[in-house]
């Protein structure tokens, strides 16, 4: 890979990629081999949309954005109808799909160069036809710095409130193992030192805040991780009924909170829930009948001498007091899973989306259940149902010699492998 500058390294990063409407074989399940960290939304007649991204091996500048479709409540899965592949060492990750208050779908995404470039990028597209199987969609937009990898929350005032996180430079410095050429060695050895320094300075789970309908951003304020236990953040907001947020976010640890008094301008210091938990995404939100669902791997409180949780058996609970105290337990998946997303539906459905073996099984799954579910510990309800099928890769990863027509090759022709997170 020739040497570039780091403003050119930005410049790639930021520039618009046309989605592909017609993904050819290439993308096809057979070439697939890694896929995860996916996300859910339903449309007001009932589409159900799940984005998800692969590519290469793993976290790396193959990863591109999958979007695809089901018309009948996620019994079955259109193939992908839209791809968002940059070109180059730029990737496209950690999607997110939403339906706003006016009924748009929006689909977002992360566009950085390589695995981070310092300034990662937030960029989404819309559609107003989210019951169509084929929707027109707006032109790519790019919207602020940071990582978006959570749904926006609609606050009480009208405001749009969206959960983006500026990381440390030293996430680059810790996965600089998975960087090709060049930059394999640091690259913020490329960053000026003022350069570092800002992007030390902000760094942060962040809100920003829109009052016109997702046209503009504003920053608001940044609720801080201790450094020892800075990870990706990936953090989720729930209003409370007394108008403050709570902030969950991602720690080294497992799960912190901070609290806002002041619709996100100041933030508590974050601290410790005491939910086991390993250091994976979480998914949190208020239910239409006003109690809070919480999707966590494991149980809610630890037993003297369990091994410390990992990323298995994905739990739904449900909070009745703000968060206080939790009730219920729905085992969603026992094996290996991550990153859960969801939605409702107005009846009161709950999906939950997920990914099963990134690598090995390279399996997209949801949940399909209710609150009665959940407090019974058991699927009691007549529709509900638990590891569907939404997408199964079965891409096996080729020779050195034999790795023409998939996606990932170096400027030698041999295979990039990467480790992921």
Known sequence: ?????????????????????????????????????????????????????????????????????????????????????PPGNVRACDPNVWLDPAK?????????????????????????????????????????DGVMLNKPTVLSNGEWLFTISHL??????????????????????????????????????????SSDRGATLVQRGCARVPEENSTHNEHMVVEKQDGSLWMLVRTSYGIGSAVSPDSGVSWSPVVATGFPHPSSRFFIRRLASGSILLVKHGPLHSTPGEPKPVRDRLTAYVSADQGRSWQGGLMLEERECTYPDGTQAPDGTIYIIYDHGRR?????????????????????????????????????????????????RNDSGQPLIFTGI
């Open 1 to 85: 890979m020739a040497k570039l500058t780091y403003e050119e390294i930005l410049k790639e990063a930021e520039a618009p990629v046309q989605p592909n409407f017609s993904p050819g074989p290439e993308y096809a399940d057979s070439r697939r081999v890694f896929q995860g960290i996916p996300s859910i939304e339903r449309a007001p007649g009932g589409r159900l949309w799940a984005a998800w991204y692969a590519g290469g091996q793993g976290e790396s500048p193959l990863n591109y954005v999958l979007l695809a479709t089901s018309a009948n409540d996620g019994e079955s899965w259109s193939r992908p109808l839209m791809v968002i592949d």
């Open 104 to 144: 748009r779908l929006w689909l977002f995404w992360m566009q950085v160069h390589t695995l981070h470039d310092g300034r990662w990028g937030v960029w989404s597209m819309t559609t107003d036809e989210p019951d169509k199987e084929h929707p027109a969609w707006s032109a790519p937009r790019r919207l602020c």
């Open 168 to 209: 440390p430079a030293k996430v680059m410095d810790n996965e600089k193992r998975m960087l090709p050429g060049f930059l394999r060695r640091n690259l913020r050895a490329l960053l000026s030192p003022d350069e570092a320094q800002r992007i030390d300075g902000r760094a942060g789970a962040c809100v920003y805040v």
């Open 360 to 408: 090995k099984e390279k399996m997209i799954m949801m949940a399909r259940f209710t609150e009665k579910d959940i407090m019974a510990g058991k699927l009691v309800s007549p529709r509900s149902r638990l590891r569907i099928v939404v997408s199964h890769a079965t891409g096996v990863i080729p020779p050195a010699e034999d790795w023409s027509g998939m996606k990932g």
